[in-house]
């Protein structure tokens, strides 16, 4: 059984900049959430995808944006970057909505 | 608006006293409540959820909705306990769920 992965693990950009970020789900699972988790702080939900719309969404802007893939997988967008959207990026998988969360290892964005 | 508040960023105890982890959240309709745990170079990981009422690893929680709180508990805390805790609040019916700041546990020889 794969577990959930994500990519890159590390990247830095600056301000202004666009990234995308990715995520592969747990073998057997449909949806996929997403959260934000700063420096010293837990996770923040950002939003999570159910067959491939988005199910629910955190206090974040519209600049970001997520797709979720018929094969599950997931991609989180961030436009016009800030400093303070420098954080841990956690993506975690589950079966339905309601299912238990397993977590990647997220991806770490520095914002320059 | 939901919150969950742990007050303590560390606690530190020595192996076999007894462990609390504090909780407390602040929401207006019915919660679902779950402890995460982040072992030292591994994910973030499920510990338990208070619907399931069980024990893992030795670790209980019991919703206490008149002081709105989900303590963590332990009675022997053993070495390989220490980690992050994080305590977590569902009020989206989807796994849209709130985090506390974490509370990292040493367990001290």
């Known amino acids: 059984e794969t577990g959930v992965t994500q990519s890159p693990t590390h990247l830095i950009k600056t301000r202004g900049q666009q990234v995308t970020l990715r995520c592969s789900s747990q073998s057997g699972h449909n949806t996929v959430s997403w959260y934000q988790q700063a420096l010293g702080q837990g996770p923040q939900f950002i939003f999570q995808y159910y067959r491939e719309e988005e199910n629910g969404r955190g206090n974040f802007p519209p600049r970001f944006s997520g797709l979720q893939f018929p094969n599950y997988s997931s991609e989180l967008n961030v436009n016009a970057l800030e400093l303070d959207d420098s954080a841990l990026y956690l993506c975690?998988?589950?079966?339905?909505?309601?299912?238990?969360?397993?977590f990647g290892e997220g991806s770490r964005l520095t914002v320059l | 608006a939901q919150r969950v508040t742990q007050p303590e960023k560390l606690l530190s105890v020595f192996k076999g006293a007894p462990v609390e982890l504090k909780c407390n959240y602040s929401?207006?309709?019915?919660?679902?409540l779950f402890w995460y745990v982040q072992y030292s170079r591994q994910r973030l990981q499920l510990l338990l959820r208070?619907?399931s009422r069980e024990s893992i690893k030795g670790f209980t929680a019991d919703l206490n909705k008149g002081e709105t709180s989900f303590h963590l508990k332990k009675p022997f805390a053993q070495e390989e306990d220490s980690a992050m805790y994080y305590c977590a609040l569902n009020t989206g019916g989807g796994n849209k769920l709130t985090f506390g700041t974490g509370t990292q546990l040493k367990v001290e020889l």
């Open positions: 975690a998988s589950s079966l339905g909505i309601t299912g238990e969360l397993f």
């Open positions: 929401y207006s309709g019915s919660p679902e």
């Open positions: 208070h619907i």
